[in-house]
């Protein structure tokens, strides 16, 4: 079997930066300008391909703080990805891209945008030598001045006194907030002596152990464990919040937002709740606020990229404020909005009109600084703001020619150039196939510095926008856009500094439960007992005709969480459990037959001989190495998994399944590249045109520099063209072909098909599903399942199918942010407007068909710059597609549409989603819906609006509040997953499965499948045989609340500790407890042991413990045998004083003693478990 290898960190190409930046290089001059104080230089002929690798050389050669603003956020994103190509990912700390604050609304900005500036400011106060890039937008937003973040600075240290009260008040101050558990940047709990805190400018958490004012140790865990990773020193504590939480400062924001609109009236509710400040009310809490600018130090430079665009933008970006505060104004007028309510609040506020930065504040900055001016090719009058130029320099820069994979040409031009000894530098993905193409044509690669030096080529890896060439220096750039036509691989932009806890409990007061004996009950709290002085906590779970059961948490391991789908309410069973069994034997006997259908088609296809690939190439090494990202765990085992079963000569016939966006079509590129390694061919087949069309652009893409053949078979061809990729298939010259069901017809005929990755197969009809039977039966096959399965299930039908589960969301993945408003004409017009700004598109979901048309024509008159199209379930495939292509191509901005785009396609330039009547969705469906936008580097809006002057039920209020706790993956993220691996169960075993579902509770079905299969196969006992080990003791074993006071986090412990399996189980959370909380309580000790016994129990089939006064009572279970080793064993632990009874071993205690009962009886049952 293949592994995947990490990809290696790119290496800086510090050569070429020298040559560029050296002695007789083409920024000499500059340089030399710069070095004699000479205040503003401009490089002129300078193209847009070129300036990144100079501004990388002068930094390189300087070592100064430099501001780089460019025109729009897309060119800003460019350079970004430029300069770490040419700097290396070693230096990627010395650049940063600063967006400034998106035009969104509420406190919605992203943990790891405000983390990413506040970073910033801190280094640039401190003096640190970096490369900042941004644009006009992201300048036009004050920050909070330079003396009051120095203020703010502060440091904790082991062995200080910073005082415990003082420090949690310090934080409240800075803006930090304070949640049960931290699960993003800018957050911190408090627990007993125990700080855990997400400070502002840190990698990750920190956890800071007090011993009354004093700090005992810090050290740094992770987010999803909750656990500790390493002891550090100290911790730099910067603020979180630019406005603190000082009352000068709000009675600043009061006096200077006067007024009694519904606006004004806002603010002053907002002020009364004692809320923290918006950062975008800096202009009104602050006397003098600052710039960017100001934070520059003396020695920076400022560097500014076609002045005359910059000034454009400006002005454009003006004229769209005029039109917003307009529209906003008419909207205030129109309607009387209820200021009371939170969701008008975080409307309301955000429009709060506020001063920001213009381009004039650049005169005073370019009188300070020295500065570097790059203009385009068509400049007019300078700007006023612009500085008088000392020093002209012409750095001539032409475009690199483009070969699209045109060899010839390509081999030609650079013995071309290497006749007049240039030196030529190719930055490309796939360094093995260019060198075996200069290999071919005998044609010698040097190392850099040599070709630099005396003329030559060399090739290094990297990925650039673009190529460029300095004519005067004999020097040329070459990407792999320029050589085969592919764009570059774009990077990840900066680290997400949020995560999902493990910890967080997924059972709440109201929620239904099933019991494993008496089935559906409701769950209506936890309570604490104490009777004949024992305590424990106990679920109060409410049954069928009023009855009630109280179930101790040593016994949780007994009661799921129930779950159905698409928000199903159930019955009540009644308590007693025989109603119950009934239930369970009729579902049972229902999921005997589909077992029975698994278990034969995998039977067959274990016997069935296809064709045994080889172990990976050199060509698909390079391949991975150069996919931009790191596989999630997930994503590298089911690669992993693939190609195991693609080497051995049974047929593979895998599922991969997977959240939309978690990585499935990497997998089947990796696969396909596989296949066509060993000259066999692959067919893709989707659902959909626009599918295929995005496959493959994909596929193309990636596999550009490689002699691959890849074809599309779909309606977007003419016959014509769909004859001609026919002809090319059947003869063998097309490798990869990607089509809709046209791929299924009869006149597709394949050379050597090898492997068939199918996209969604339960969107294909039934015929269609049959022929694809027929071509399963000796190829591989890999289907590709966008609706997740639950690990239960996955486990329980691993013997029957082969899958693979994708649950890790990529890693630097930022979460949507996710916002609940009334919806009227302002709120839209500014989320469209903040979108277009930074070069984006927008899905406007409207989902009446009868009404689509008078929406789109009002959304043209809001915003009329946008390019509007519209899409409908209603249209014909032919009418759709279209409009769909053209979005997908960026010649529209904003699709209205219906729900049609909830099976949509990857777009990654559309980052904003507005929903129209929210409040009318599911929880699954707007996850889905959602789940469209966040595909790329940008921060992802979603805007969930409903009608502002509708009085919202209490049950859609509380799902649009669940909807809001998506943007930090809370609780309404595992409803929404739920329901959608409930669907996913449904598609997997085929049936119609939701009437079972609903009168069982999802985790009972999977249990009863998993039996159904075992039982056909005769591998292990059904459910009713493995009844659950319960130890019924009386005995003081719970979770203090002095130790946890939160009944959430009680809940998640006591989960944790139900699901336990093993010893070593219960140890590591016991281990993570301890670290979280501090030393354990007696009571939690207590019920950690009696965890561990229940686990020994599990594994010797004892099915129940009862301890009482005198006696041990172990009753065990179908299966049970004693060693006949374990007799004298148990004669000598218990001094013969134990004896058999009909399926249970009695054991009489010694007499009581001093102390507590538990030390006389658990010495003794771990002995007596151990010994059996």
Excluded at 969 to 989: F, H, K, P, T
Excluded at 1022 to 1045: C, G, H, L, W
């Amino acid at each position: 079997m293949t592994v995947t290898l990490p990809r290696p960190a790119r290496p800086a190409l510090d050569a070429l930066l020298d040559r560029l930046a050296g002695e007789r290089g083409p920024l000499a001059p500059a340089l030399a300008a710069f070095e004699r104080g000479i205040g503003a230089v401009a490089l002129h002929e300078t193209i847009p391909a070129a300036r990144p690798a100079l501004l990388a050389a002068l930094f390189r050669a300087r070592r100064r703080p430099t501001l780089v603003l460019l025109p729009t956020p897309d060119a800003a994103e460019r350079a970004y990805a430029d300069l770490l190509c040419y700097l290396g990912e070693s230096r990627a700390a010395d650049l940063f891209l600063h967006r400034g604050r998106e035009a969104a609304f509420g406190s919605i900005e992203s943990p790891a945008e405000r983390s990413a500036r506040i970073t910033l400011l801190a280094a640039l106060d401190a003096g640190t030598p970096l490369l900042v890039l941004t644009s006009v937008a992201g300048m036009r937003s004050y920050v909070m001045p330079r003396t009051v973040l120095r203020d703010l600075r502060s440091e904790l240290r082991v062995g200080e006194e910073p005082g415990w009260e003082a420090t949690i008040r310090r934080l409240h101050r800075l803006g930090y907030e304070r949640t049960d558990i931290v699960g993003a940047v800018g957050q911190y709990a408090v627990r007993g002596g125990i700080l855990d805190l997400y400070a502002a400018t840190a990698e990750s958490p920190t956890r800071v152990e007090f011993f009354g004012d004093t700090i005992e140790s810090i050290r740094s865990f992770g987010i999803e464990s909750q656990r500790s990773v390493a002891p550090l020193e100290a911790l730099e504590v910067l603020p979180w919040g630019e406005i603190p939480r000082d009352e000068i400062y709000r009675s600043n924001v009061a006096e200077r937002i006067g007024g009694d609109g519904p606006r004004e009236r806002a603010v002053r509710a907002f002020l009364e709740r004692g809320e923290e400040l918006p950062d975008a009310w800096i202009p009104f809490a602050y006397d003098r606020p600052e710039t960017l600018f100001e934070y520059l130090p003396d020695d920076a430079l400022l560097t500014l990229v076609e002045p005359a665009t910059l000034g454009a933008i400006e002005s454009a970006l003006d004229e769209e404020r005029v039109r917003a505060r307009s529209t906003l104004l008419a909207d205030a007028a129109a309607e009387e909005l209820d200021v009371r309510d939170e969701f008008v609040d975080d409307a309301l506020l955000a429009e709060i009109e506020a001063p920001h930065p213009r381009l004039d504040a650049l005169h005073a900055a370019c009188e300070r600084l020295q500065s570097l001016v790059l203009p385009g090719a068509i400049e007019g009058e300078a700007p006023a703001w612009l500085p008088k130029i000392d020093a002209s320099i012409v750095v001539e820069t032409r475009p690199s020619e483009h070969y699209n994979r045109q060899m010839t040409l390509f081999l030609e031009a650079i013995r071309e150039s290497l006749a007049r000894r240039e030196s030529i530098v190719i930055l490309t993905s796939g360094i093995a196939r260019v060198g075996e193409i200069f290999s071919a044509a005998g044609i010698e690669v040097l190392p850099m510095a040599r070709a630099l030096a005396e003329g030559g080529i060399c090739i290094e890896h990297g990925s650039i926008d673009g190529g460029f060439t300095l004519p005067d220096e004999r020097l040329r750039i070459l990407g792999d856009r320029e050589i085969f036509g592919a764009p570059p691989k774009r990077v990840k932009l900066r680290a997400v500094k949020e995560g999902v806890p493990v910890t967080l409990a997924d059972l709440k007061v109201g929620d239904f439960v099933v019991h494993a004996v008496h089935g559906i009950g409701q769950y209506v709290g936890l309570r604490s007992e104490t009777l004949f002085g024992v305590t424990q906590d106990f679920l109060d779970l409410h049954y069928a005709g009023s009855d009630r059961m109280m179930v101790p948490v040593t016994q949780m391991h007994q009661v799921t969480k129930y779950a159905a789908g698409d928000g199903a309410t159930p019955r009540l069973s009644k308590m007693g459990g025989v109603e119950w069994a009934r239930t369970k034997a009729r579902v049972g006997s229902q999921l005997a037959a589909i077992a029975d259908g698994l278990v034969e088609l995998y039977a067959e296809r274990e016997m069935s001989r296809g064709f045994s690939f080889a172990p990976d190439s050199a060509w698909q090494s390079e391949l991975e190495e150069a996919f931009p990202y790191d596989l999630t765990p997930d994503q590298a085992t089911a690669v992993s998994a693939v190609k195991g079963d693609m080497e051995r000569e049974r047929p593979m016939d895998r599922v991969v399944c997977g959240d939309v966006g978690y990585g499935k079509t990497e997998v089947a590129l990796r696969a396909a590249f596989k296949a066509v390694s060993d000259k066999k061919q692959v067919a893709i087949l989707v659902p959909t045109t626009l599918l295929a069309a995005q496959h493959y652009r994909t596929f193309s893409t990636r596999f550009a520099a490689y002699p691959l053949r890849v074809e599309e078979l779909s309606r977007f061809k003419t016959k014509a063209e769909q004859r001609v990729v026919l002809a090319a298939l059947a003869e063998g010259k097309v490798d990869i072909v990607i089509g809709t069901h046209r791929l299924l017809q009869k006149d597709v005929v394949f050379a050597d098909l090898g492997l068939i990755v199918v996209d969604e197969e339960q969107r294909f009809g039934v015929m269609h599903k049959e022929r694809l039977k027929e071509l399963k039966t000796s190829v591989d096959v890999l289907t590709l399942s966008a609706t997740p399965i639950p690990r239960t299930l996955h486990m329980s039908l691993m013997g029957v199918r082969d899958l693979s589960l994708i649950q890790t969301a990529p890693k630097n993945r930022m979460s949507i942010k996710t916002v609940v408003l009334p919806g009227g004409d302002a709120v839209v017009t500014r989320a469209i407007s903040a979108e277009l700004d930074r070069g984006g598109q927008v899905y406007y979901l409207h989902n009446r068909v009868e009404s689509i048309h008078a929406v789109a024509n009002a959304l043209q008159q809001l915003v009329p710059r946008a390019r509007i199209a519209i899409g409908h379930g209603q249209m014909t495939e032919g009418e759709l597609e279209p409009i769909m292509q053209k979005f997908i191509d960026g010649e529209t901005d904003v699709l209205v549409a219906t729900t049609i785009i909830e099976n949509g396609i990857d777009i990654p330039n559309v980052n904003t989603m507005i929903v129209a009547d929210a409040d009318r969705f599911g929880l699954a469906q707007l996850y889905q819906l959602r789940g469209r936008v966040g595909r790329s580097n940008h921060q992802a809006y979603c805007y969930l609006l409903y009608q502002g002057h509708k009085v919202l039920t209490e049950d859609a209020k509380a799902r649009l509040e669940a909807i809001r706790e998506f943007t930090h993956l809370g609780s309404g993220l595992q409803i929404a997953m739920r329901d959608l691996e409930i669907r996913g169960a449904g598609n997997l075993v085929g049936a119609a499965q939701s009437g079972f579902i609903a009168s069982v509770g999802f985790d009972t079905y999977c249990q009863l499948l998993a039996d159904a299969i075992a039982a056909r196969r005769g591998t292990s006992a059904t459910m009713e045989e493995r009844q659950e080990a319960v130890i019924d003791v009386k005995v003081s074993a719970f979770v203090p609340d002095d130790y946890v006071p939160q009944v959430s986090q009680k809940i998640a412990i006591y989960q944790q500790l139900a699901r336990a399996r093993s010893e070593s189980d219960v140890e590591e959370i016991a281990a993570g407890v301890r670290d979280r909380f501090g030393p354990l309580p007696r009571p939690l000790e207590t019920l950690v042991e009696i965890t561990k016994l229940r686990s020994i129990a599990l594994a010797k089939r004892v099915s129940r413990v009862v301890v009482d006064e005198r006696k041990l009572t172990l009753g065990v279970g179908t299966g049970f045998a004693l060693a006949p080793e374990g007799i004298p064993k148990l004669q000598s632990l218990t001094r013969n004083r134990f004896r058999f009874a009909e399926g249970k071993i009695l054991v009489d205690l010694p007499p009581a003693q001093e102390g507590p009962s538990e030390r006389r009886w658990m010495p003794l049952l771990r002995g007596i478990l151990e010994a059996l």
